[in-house]
């Protein structure tokens, strides 16, 4: 008996004592935990190299002293194997590998008789770990005051970064060292015309970081579920960010009731900067599909009125009149047409023709309801109700057109941020769209949150976006949500989610111009959590050209533009711009008509944050090939082999490439277009203009 007493303690012990070490599988990674004076601690590094320093987990609670930071001991340690290969319903590639190892850790808080599980999963590409909350007697109902897991970085970092707006993802980034956020912060809101950002050292996930000798990490989360959004706040003394929780309208940052999790905190690491685009750690770390037939959910190519409005040249509202309206009573046909509605019956219908014409899956309309002549600059709690459309928009005639024509419609719900309108009408849209033809929606949230004035990202809204995907779904409807809360992979378990904003989109190309190297950034940072819909495909980079009033240039050159389709990858791609722009230039847009979007296979072949990203995919079930490379600020050559193709096989090969005096701001539509017969053995030298880029279409020789 006492022998058996002495053991146990000696295990104990130990358990107390010795720091938990896991290894990846492959044992490139690995990730320490230990409790130094009942705090926990983990640290990570990949072949040798930190990582992460150690840093320390836990989370405060509100009118609770002791919280869940210290004082704990650890009672069990559990270790474990998984190895799975799933089948994504759309995706970048056919089957998805689901492999690491993991450890469990759970800790007693003696003094309060409480207990955390800390869950680290650690994959070939990187780190994922949670906090668990088991049912028990003392930790019921409990309110996070903040999450207090830290990021502690290898020393001072070149870091590629958004402020930390509560409210907004909409930012062209900064690259800097870690040490110069602080200087740079007010530069950066002020820039982007933006709120304020909740630190001068606050930041957003996704977050790209590179060492100095060469570590490419990658900070976010996965799984973001009844949880608020966590931004990372940095101690640039010490080079560590610790978490921060976005605020409800109160203050608090989370309302919990056990059992539950937190969502993971995700650390995805490499030396090469190609192995962070084809992570899957993301997807990895959520749940399968809770959709069980997913046979309804199908990638989309489309075009829209949109682009006329965005630039200015139309509006989105039918008249200038009418400053209140009383949904569905108010007599619209006796209002004054503005005479610049853009979603008028016959627009439409020319934007039906043109998708049937080319091969377009779908039409996105916005300005079809009443309510956007009542709503710019106003915040208020009743001004849509997403079934009344203008007296100049004839649902039932579009419906019946579109159909002959074998397009489908795509509906647009802008809420205006009024959540708790959407919500009460969510049921009525839903079905109203089903009726008229509609199987897929672009929900909107601009302007703040209404009621209680929420911010964009806390628990509450997290929870509404969430709602209105789950109950998509129960009505087979697919969803592309603007201005809502950035994707942390959670497309894997909701297919139906099929795009996202939550970044700095094409529309910004028509409110002043992005970076000419944003979209070699976008896939290291917003496009880890999940696709987005960036709305590729403008060839008039003058917008002047459609609206005199509007003197913003898009900073791509064309071939750029084409080659997004490929670079940031989506289930959902839209040829953003106007009909008349794609006619001048048929050879072109011969490009955006044959490119897939839905692939069996990717292959990255170049990649350096705000540089260049170069990727192959193969289309689904074709076999054809296609391939996408963007450039940053400065032209370069791309080298490329060709070795992903199908060996044995010859293709012609169809390039579009910028011509040598080809630059984004002075030339951006100079391009050539060459076919070429190659094979797996090829290999390419391809120039790429300043804010360029080059596309290419692979088709297997003879056939079609
Ligand atoms: C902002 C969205 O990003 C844009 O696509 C949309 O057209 C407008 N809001 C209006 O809803
Ligand atoms: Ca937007």
């Not at 993802?169 to 304020?196: F, H």
């Not at 929606?441 to 809204?461: A, M």
């Not at 074709?622 to 963007?630: H, T």
């Not at 370069?636 to 080809?662: E, M, Q």
């Amino acid at each position: 008996m006492r022998k058996m007493l002495l053991i146990v303690s000696l295990c104990l012990l130990t358990l107390v004592l010795k720091a938990q070490v896991l290894l990846s599988p492959d044992k490139n990674l690995t990730c320490k935990f230990e409790l130094r004076e009942g705090v926990p601690y983990y640290q990570l590094s990949y072949k040798n190299k930190t990582v992460l320093k150690p840093g320390k987990l836990g989370l405060e609670l509100k009118n609770d002293k002791r919280s869940l930071l210290n004082g704990f001991e650890v009672t069990s340690v559990k270790t474990s194997t998984f190895d799975e290969i799933w089948k994504p319903v759309w995706g970048e590639v056919k089957s998805i590998r689901n492999h690491y190892n993991e450890l469990a850790v759970t800790l007693d808080q003696k003094e309060t008789n409480r207990q955390v599980i800390i869950r680290f999963r650690l994959f070939n590409d990187g780190l994922g770990f949670r906090y668990e909350f088991p049912a028990q007697k003392n930790l019921n109902y409990f309110i996070v005051k903040e999450e207090r897991t830290q990021f502690a970085m290898p020393g001072d970092l070149t870091v590629w970064w958004i402020p930390g707006d509560y409210d907004t993802q909409e930012y062209d980034y900064t690259k800097s060292k870690l040490s110069e956020i602080r200087g740079l912060m007010t530069k950066s809101i002020t820039d982007n015309l933006s709120q304020t950002s909740f630190s001068p050292t606050g930041v957003q996930t996704s977050l790209m970081l590179k060492s100095n000798d060469g570590l490419y990490i990658n900070l976010h989360e996965a799984a973001l579920i009844n949880y608020a959004c966590m931004h990372l706040n940095l101690d640039d003394k010490n080079m560590v960010f610790e978490s921060w929780l976005t605020p409800d309208a109160k203050g608090d940052k989370g309302y919990l009731q056990a059992p539950c999790t937190s969502p993971w905190r995700t650390v995805i690491v490499s030396d090469d900067a190609r192995n962070i685009l084809s992570s899957k750690l993301t997807l990895n770390l959520n749940e399968p599909s809770k959709i069980e037939d997913t046979s309804w959910i199908k990638p989309v190519k489309y075009v829209g009125v949109w682009w006329e409005m965005i630039t200015g040249k139309s509006s989105w509202s039918y008249t200038n009149e009418y400053p209140s309206v009383q949904l569905g009573k108010t007599d619209f046909s006796k209002a004054k047409p503005n005479g610049t509605h853009a979603a008028t019956t016959a627009n439409v219908k020319r934007h039906i023709d043109f998708a049937a014409a080319n091969g377009f899956d779908g039409v996105l309309v916005e300005g079809w309801n009443i309510g956007w002549e009542d709503w710019f600059g106003n915040s208020k709690d009743y001004v849509f109700d997403f079934v009344t459309p203008y007296p100049d928009f004839d649902v039932k005639e579009i419906r019946d057109y579109a159909k002959s024509k074998g397009v489908k419609m795509i509906m647009h719900h802008e809420t205006s941020s009024s959540v708790r309108n959407y919500e009460r009408h969510l049921d009525t849209a839903y079905k109203f769209m089903k009726a008229n033809g509609y199987d897929a929606v672009k929900s909107g949230y601009v302007g703040p949150i209404l009621p209680r004035g929420e911010n964009h990202y806390s628990q509450w809204i997290v929870n509404h976006y969430q709602y209105a995907i789950e109950k998509a779904a129960d009505y087979k409807i697919m969803v592309n949500a603007h201005e809502a809360i950035r994707p942390t992979g959670i497309c894997r378990t909701y297919p139906n989610l099929i795009g996202n904003e939550a970044a700095r989109g094409t529309e910004y190309q028509a409110f002043g111009g992005s970076k000419p190297n944003h979209v070699a950034v976008l896939p290291f940072t917003r496009l880890i959590g999940g696709p987005m819909d960036y709305t590729p495909g403008i060839f008039e980079m003058d917008i002047s050209k459609l609206n005199p009033n509007n003197k913003s240039h898009v900073n791509s050159t064309l071939t750029n533009q084409l080659a997004l389709y490929l670079t940031m990858y989506s289930p959902l791609q839209m040829a953003a711009d106007l009909p008349e722009n794609y006619n001048r230039f048929p050879d072109a847009f011969q490009f955006i008509k044959d490119v897939a979007v839905d692939w069996d296979d990717s292959k990255y072949l170049e990649a350096e944050p705000g540089q260049n990203i170069t990727v192959a995919r193969k289309a689904k079930g074709s076999g054809k090939w296609f391939l996408g490379s963007v450039g940053g600020e400065e032209s370069r050559t791309s080298n490329i082999s060709l070795s992903f193709l199908d060996p044995g096989k010859k293709y012609i090969a169809t390039i579009y490439a910028d011509a040598n005096n080809a630059h984004y701001k002075t030339n951006p539509q100079a391009y050539t277009i060459q076919k070429v017969e190659v094979n797996n053995k090829s290999k390419l030298s391809q120039f790429v203009a300043p804010g360029g880029g080059y596309a290419i279409s692979f088709l297997e020789a003879g056939k079609k």
